[in-house]
């Protein structure tokens, strides 16, 4: 055996002391910029909320077409009258056929003084937004922003309001932005998620539980078809509304429209319904169920299969019984991304001929519809302010909802939990 010279252990020590320090430099580099990635993140997301926020509520100047002291009893406040009193007010100032029309829709001596009092503001001092601020400049800037509606709104009542209120979560969509609302939209949003999930859903765990324990991946068409819905899952969202638009809405249109089943007015149908909405981000996210649906079937323990075979288990009573309930929690997972993509998704629904002014509820997979992504675009592209802020209300709510969703799913995940 050779023996070391005597410096050369020293030597050795060095060197190896050296890596050391090198290699911890580097973690702690590496660490210093994982900080910061995550910082940036943060930053971003709370710049994000900040600007939804600051535009969602503000200093209003409203002014009234109608004077409020020539049809309100007393010259008083709006918001001082009773119900009663205010039912009284529309029926005195809006024609007989005006009022037959509210009386159908819901009796006035049963609507709530908010409804009555938004009616009588919309309908009879047809009040209407002269200039709107957000809360930053509100807060900040108020002595100038009173000074500026006295200038140029002398007659105008500022008020601080929120754009987001009970009122605009019920109301349907109107042409001014003071009376717009969402309830047509979170309705349509809500029809096509439940659509696109009860059609991805199970076609895409079955394609991937026949991927992963049946196809024989030694031959090249089950290969060809595993690649391809790799390379679907990165296809940009506006070529699925071209494919949406081509089959669903024009091939398929009897069937999409509702025509086929006599559900549809064969004047109107057109196929660019619902349907046509949900399938065609069904296949948007099919791809993600699918690879989602193959990882977590592969984290199931080989063993697991083993022994259930070695007692005497088919295939599918070992799939059934084994390994969906041990991939449950995964494709869960992969459910609750594919859910969170589909409902902020705005241009396959443009393509596929989302309507972007809509004042009536869906009521049937065959209708016309929006959805409150596609109404947030539709209000930005709005040259108003008003319109703006509103927008801002609506991304609120889109927030409250995909939060709410995902936590729905998220709770059905960790009771369908297994450990080994």
């Known amino acids: 055996m050779t023996a070391l010279a005597p410096g050369s252990i020293g030597l050795a020590t060095s060197d190896a002391a050296r890596q050391v320090a090198r290699r911890h430099r580097v973690g702690r580099a590496g660490l210093a910029v994982f900080q910061l990635s995550t910082i940036v993140g943060i930053v971003v997301l709370g710049a994000l909320l900040y600007n939804i926020a600051n535009e969602a509520a503000g200093l209003v100047a409203y002014e009234h077409k109608t004077d409020p002291a020539a049809v309100l009893p007393g010259g008083r406040d709006l918001a001082a009258l009773s119900a009663p009193e205010l039912a009284a007010v529309l029926t005195a100032n809006l024609s007989p056929g005006e009022v037959a029309t509210l009386e159908r829709e819901a009796p006035l001596a049963e609507r709530s003084q908010a409804e009555l009092r938004r009616l009588v503001d919309e309908r009879v001092l047809e009040t209407h937004a ?10 900040l800037d108020r002595p100038a922003i009173e000074a500026t509606v006295a200038e140029r709104h002398p007659d105008a009542d500022l008020r601080l309001t929120s754009w987001l209120s009970p009122a605009f979560v019920t109301a349907p969509q109107s042409g001014d932005a003071e009376y717009a609302g969402i309830r047509t939209a979170i309705l349509g949003s809500l029809w096509v998620i439940v659509i696109t999930m009860a059609v991805a859903v199970p076609v895409g765990v079955a394609a991937g539980i026949y991927l992963e324990e049946y196809a024989d991946h030694t031959r090249w068409l089950n290969r060809a078809i595993q690649t391809n819905i790799s390379n679907l899952a990165g296809v940009p969202s506006i070529i699925y509304g071209m494919l949406g638009l081509a089959v669903f809405v024009r091939a398929l249109e009897p069937l999409s429209s509702g025509g086929a089943f006599g559900a549809a007015d064969p004047t109107t149908a057109n196929g660019r319904t619902i349907l046509s909405a949900g399938l065609t981000m069904a296949l948007l996210i099919l791809p993600l169920i699918i690879i989602n649906a193959q990882e977590a079937i592969r984290a199931v323990p080989s063993s697991l299969r083993e022994a259930s075979f070695g007692l005497g288990a088919t295939r599918w009573q070992t799939i059934r019984h084994h390994v969906l309930p041990g991939a449950l929690p995964g494709i869960l997972t992969g459910t609750i991304l594919a859910m969170s993509r589909a409902i902020g998704e705005t241009a396959p629904l443009i393509v596929v001929g989302m309507s972007t002014y809509i004042t009536f509820d869906p009521s049937s997979p065959f209708d016309k519809f929006t959805t409150l992504p596609g109404q947030i675009y539709q209000w930005t592209a ?27 799913a998220i709770y059905g995940r960790n009771r369908a939990q297994v450990r080994y």
Do not use: C, G, K
């Open 130 to 139: 002269a200039a709107a601020w957000n809360l930053t400049d509100s807060v």
């Open 382 to 408: 709005r040259p108003q302010p008003e319109f703006h802020h509103i927008a801002a209300a609506a991304s609120v709510v889109l927030l409250v909802l995909l939060v709410a969703l995902n936590a729905s």
